[in-house]
């Protein structure tokens, strides 16, 4: 029997995403937001007993990653963002639609709080992955989650970030946050990025709000990190091996993010351990993906790649496909 999926949700206005309601009744989740009346009801429809949601604001006011002690929101030539056409659309509007959801619009707690003190108070023995969106001082609260990896077991994390600011090291963007996870073993994996025009040549909004545009500079990004469990070179980094309970969740997160090659090297690295619960060729079967609208078994579909690797070109997969049709 599988332990319980546990998840970490900082920044959980609008519950937790249904992504991890896949793992049903083995999801423990806790989630974070400051906004008061959201947690209220948050709680009062949460079906699963085994989720919680708490109105804190998480993190560390006094730490050097902390907003007010950074230039995060200061224009500048590294930080345009005030230059770009969503801002320039609130300004003509006075449209503050897009911010109703931040805590300076609603009632929000007073109360802070870091993960690490809220893991001990609860008496939190594992933590599986860390997902972190607060809109600003997402990078302080990954590295107070650093001390944890190791004792906690973290699988991975996902941040939002961005790709603008300073070379400070206390910035919140990608550089500073891909240092600090290379540096705690952790392998970035997938990534999506949101654009935003110039207000010199607005494009079109993405969404009914004025936010991000269809074309632009890449302004922001949500970074997917995970421990790469089927490297060769796992072990020698980590001094240590992941568990059957863990490779099994692993494997759950690869195929979460839409990463089932990663899927797959987890599964024949470990086939002897998982396969005392499991076959694992139905499981590489399960995530083989169609060739050419052609539903082939992993062994058949591996086969066909090493015989001729541009099978796998797109002009070869369109011919198969036209073949059938």
Not at 33 to 51: F, G, M, V, W, Y
Not at 174 to 202: E, I, Q, W
Not at 279 to 300: F, H, K, R
Request: proline content about 6%; some cysteine.
């Amino acid at each position: 029997m599988l332990s319980p999926f546990v998840l970490i949700d900082v920044g959980c206005s609008g519950g937790i995403g249904s992504d991890w309601q896949h793992f049903g009744d083995f999801l423990t989740a806790y989630g974070f937001d400051p906004q008061k009346a959201e947690i209220d009801r948050l709680n009062r429809t949460e079906s699963n007993p085994n989720i919680s949601y708490h109105a804190y604001f998480v993190g560390d006011p006094d730490s050097p990653y902390s907003l007010k002690n950074t230039d995060f929101h200061k224009p500048s030539y590294f930080n345009p963002f005030n230059f770009k056409s969503a801002w320039a659309a609130h300004e003509s509007t006075q449209d503050t639609s897009k911010f109703q959801s931040n805590p300076i619009f609603s009632e929000s707690t007073e109360e802070w709080i870091t993960i690490p003190t809220f893991v001990e108070q609860r008496e939190i023995a594992d933590i599986d992955f860390v997902k972190i969106d607060t809109d600003g001082n997402d990078l302080e609260i990954l590295i107070s989650c650093m001390p944890l990896v190791r004792t906690k077991n973290i699988l991975g994390f996902m941040i939002e970030s961005n790709f603008t600011g300073s070379e400070a090291e206390t910035q919140n963007n990608f550089a500073n946050v891909d240092k600090v996870m290379k540096k705690n073993g952790f392998v970035l994996f997938n990534l999506s990025m949101t654009r935003y025009s110039s207000r010199d040549l607005p494009m079109p909004f993405v969404y009914d709000i004025f936010a991000q545009t269809t074309i632009g500079q890449p302004i922001q990004c949500d970074l997917i990190y995970l421990r790469d469990g089927g490297s060769v070179f796992y072990e020698n980094f980590w001094k240590s091996k992941l568990s059957i309970d863990k490779i099994v969740k692993l494997a759950c997160l690869f195929d979460l993010m839409n990463l089932p090659d990663m899927t797959a090297s987890l599964i024949n690295k470990y086939k002897e351990q998982i396969g005392e619960t499991v076959d694992p060729s139905m499981l590489l079967n399960m995530i083989t993906p169609l060739l050419g609208g052609v539903q082939l078994s992993y062994d058949e579909y591996i086969r066909r790649f090493k015989e001729d690797p541009t099978s796998f070109f797109p002009s070869k997969i369109r011919t198969i496909r036209n073949m059938r049709s």
